[in-house]
């Protein structure tokens, strides 16, 4: 050993040979940007096929890349980093486009249907998930997307859930299937059905999951429709807060249950829910600039492609085939649930 590494080290300090030893944290950096990467060119075909969306197109390439061209290890710190925390800040900015005085607004007219159709995919969720034998983690994404807003519902309670990400992958890939399906088939049949543009819009606004799906669908019934359903969708995105509340204490409460003593209600309560509504309340406030309100709309989109296309390229193919039908039956009929609940409650009330 030298003079000078026994001087450093006489004073206190590491060997220079130990420090060199000594691994540094990994880098989250690589994974990030192929994240990025990826989440680009999904955006791209979101924007030629609007339909899909970039949501769904970021995660379908994730997991194809994943299954053709695995990352390697300096790749997963990044990915599982933008599949996490990206994912929780993309929610925070999805707050910016509700106004709680339009939510207050047009809430209180959908209420009764909004509730029922929320309580009707539950109900449904947990009966046939349990005649089918799904596991309780797909069915509880299946549910409470289908229940309020898909992808985003879904994005919402997987830092609490904490399910693998090929249960998260699934969920969001039979959401969207009904999704593409409601589109198709929801104008012709509220023609047939006679409805109104309201009470089309506000069927549209509680049985289609999707934000962009809804738009597609409302807007092809009619102008009207659209702008209606448009409002609705968003007012039933705000019950991402109380649902996510209840799923954090309902998990606490397990873990408490089941003796577990170093478990704290803190390290999975959704802090990030509470700053999505902080946020929603800054939007009502007006202090942003509302020429600053499509760029916010334009960061938070494209956040969520990117941490959905994290969780794409976490997921497992070959467990997701594993799963097999059942799941995707799940979907329906709790597609079909909600979708038949909105028009009937539309009937007893007297809308339809």
């Excluded at 030298?2 to 040979?17: E, M, Q």
């Excluded at 130990?18 to 940007?33: D, E, F, K, N, Q």
């Excluded at 543009?197 to 549209?204: I, Q, R, Y």
């Excluded at 509302?290 to 492609?305: G, N, R, S, V, Y």
Aim: proline share 5%; hydrophobic share 55%; aromatic share 8%.
């Amino acid at each position: 050993m030298s003079a000078r590494t026994i001087g450093a080290a006489s004073k206190g300090n590491p060997p220079v040979s130990s420090i060199a030893a000594t691994p540094s944290a990994p880098s989250r950096l690589p994974g990030v940007l192929l994240a990025f990467a990826i989440a680009a060119v999904a955006y791209g075909l979101g924007r030629l096929m609007p339909l899909v969306g970039g949501a769904v197109w970021g995660i379908v390439l994730g997991i194809v890349v994943r299954q053709f061209a695995p990352p390697g290890a300096r790749f997963l710190p990044g990915i599982r980093f933008a599949s996490k925390q990206v994912l929780q800040w993309s929610i925070v900015a999805l707050g910016f486009g509700l106004s709680i005085t339009q939510v207050a607004h047009t809430g209180l007219e959908s209420l009764s249907v909004t509730l029922a159709t929320v309580a009707a995919a539950g109900l449904a969720a947990w009966g046939l998930g349990k005649l089918l034998r799904v596991d309780d983690a797909l069915k509880l994404l299946i549910g409470v997307g289908t229940a309020i807003c898909g992808g985003s519902a879904i994005a919402a309670i997987v830092p609490i859930v904490k399910p693998d990400e090929h249960d998260t992958a699934f969920a969001i890939s039979t959401i969207f299937l009904f999704n593409l399906v409601a589109v198709l088939l929801f104008p012709p049949l509220g023609h047939w059905l006679g409805l109104s543009d309201l009470g089309f819009g506000l069927w549209a606004g509680t049985a289609i999951n999707d934000t962009s799906s809804v738009v597609a669908a409302g807007y092809t019934y009619s102008h009207a429709a659209g702008d209606y359903a448009t409002i609705v969708k968003l007012t039933r995105a705000t019950l991402i807060i109380p649902i996510s509340l209840a799923i954090a204490f309902v998990v606490a409460w397990r873990h408490k249950r089941g003796g577990a003593s170093d478990f704290s209600l803190a390290k999975i309560f959704p802090w990030f829910i509470l700053w999505f509504l902080v946020a929603s309340v800054i939007r009502t406030t007006g202090i942003v600039p509302a020429p600053a309100l499509p760029a916010i709309h334009f960061i938070a989109e494209c956040l969520i492609i990117v941490a959905l296309t994290a969780i794409g390229l976490s997921a497992d193919l070959r467990r997701m085939a594993s799963t097999g039908h059942r799941p995707i039956l799940l979907g329906l009929g709790v597609w079909a649930a909600v979708a038949l609940t909105s028009l009937l409650v539309q009937h007893l009330i007297g809308r339809w």
